[in-house]
């Protein structure tokens, strides 16, 4: 079974653009949650659809949002982008099962370069 | 919410040394797993143990769910080991939000 896909795995925009990340789960998974990671604040939750359905935020601001789409692929965005964005950004995919399982699988990650 | 805690934030081993990697929580959880972050980025996931003990090859956790902590042991480490590593838990109720520690830097020297 193919893992968690992302694309593009390397950006390079310039202050006050807007990007768009694409995440595809593991076939048969629904929920897509997104995280930021940087050096000073460590991994960091951004959100999570399921359904098509955004269930969970974490504390960012508005300029970060996302979307899902009925295959489950997730997008997310980021406006008018500052410098402090320059991050990795992984995207994860989960089957819940029965039980409570959960686990979670991640991508290859997207690295954002903001100049 | 919920804190977790990693400890030691950095440790170097000679190759073939045995070590013990901790992670503490604030708060009852509903998952925990373990990943290894590889040189380009990627998490790798180690494993998914909400509580008991489970092994693969070289590498065994055991969380304690009611003292809130979970260890990773890796015996006779090899350079391919070194990396950082991450415990992330997940509170109950909150969905598939994972919180993440800070880390810990492995370096294992030949």
């Known amino acids: 079974k193919a893992g968690v896909t992302q694309t593009p795995r390397y950006l390079i925009k310039t202050r006050g653009q807007q990007v768009t990340l694409s995440c595809s789960p593991i076939s048969g998974h629904r929920s897509v949650s997104w995280y930021q990671q940087t050096p000073g604040q460590g991994l960091q939750f951004l959100f999570e659809y399921f359904s098509e359905t955004q269930r969970n935020k974490g504390n960012f601001p508005g300029r970060f949002s996302g979307r899902q789409f009925s295959n489950s692929r997730s997008e997310m965005n980021v406006s008018t982008l500052e410098l402090g964005d320059s991050a990795l950004y992984l995207c994860a995919s989960s089957f819940e099962g029965e039980y409570g399982y959960n686990e979670q699988f991640f991508g290859p990650g997207t690295r954002l370069t903001v100049l | 919410g919920i804190q977790v805690e990693q400890s030691p934030p950095d440790l170097i081993l000679q190759e073939g040394a045995n070590s013990t990697l901790r992670c503490n929580f604030s708060d009852s959880v509903n998952n925990l797993q373990w990943f290894h972050q590889n040189p380009w980025g990627q998490l790798i996931n180690l494993f998914y143990?909400?509580?008991g003990t489970k092994q693969n090859g070289r590498l065994s956790a055991t969380t304690v769910a009611t003292e809130r902590y979970s260890l990773l042991y890796i015996s006779s480490s090899q350079t391919t080991d070194s990396g950082v590593y991450f415990c992330?838990?997940?509170?109950?109720?909150?969905?598939?939000?994972?919180?993440f520690g800070g880390g810990t830097r492995l370096m294992v020297k030949p």
């Open positions: 992330a838990v997940e509170r109950f109720n909150a969905g598939n939000m994972l919180t």
């Open positions: 143990i909400p509580s």
